[in-house]
């Protein structure tokens, strides 16, 4: 994908996730350290229901542009989510799945991008 079309998907689900009140939403470029995606974004939730509807949100952004996804781990049931798009993966968890999987850590060799660019 270029560019371009990628900075806007990623401007396009940072919205998204904002209007859903998604929390400490960030962008993590691991275009030079992994061959896994280009991009993660990573957002919590204060509960399920706003985690499913995060879900709900990014996937139906996603297939307006186009992309569908190539997996869905996690469940209704589950307290993470995570979405495949080939270039991009979400990841959703709730607060204290966040703090316990602490995917920014692992990732800190990824370049942080400003979403407020996006």
Not at 35 to 63: H, K, P, W, Y
Request: charged fraction near 30%.
């Amino acid at each position: 994908m270029d560019e371009n079309k990628l900075k806007e998907i990623l401007g396009r689900l940072v919205h998204v996730l904002d209007e859903k009140k998604a929390e400490d939403i960030r962008v993590i470029d691991i275009r030079g350290i992994s061959v896994i995606a280009d991009f993660f974004i990573v957002a919590s939730a204060g509960n399920q229901n706003q985690l499913l509807a995060m879900q709900d949100a990014v996937d139906e952004e996603m297939t307006k542009q186009g992309q569908l996804a190539r997996s869905i781990e996690g469940n209704r049931n589950s307290t993470w989510i995570l979405m495949d798009y080939e270039d991009v993966i979400v990841q959703l968890f709730t607060r204290e799945d966040r703090l316990f999987y602490d995917l920014e850590r692992i990732w800190k060799d990824g370049v942080s991008v400003d979403v407020s660019t996006l």
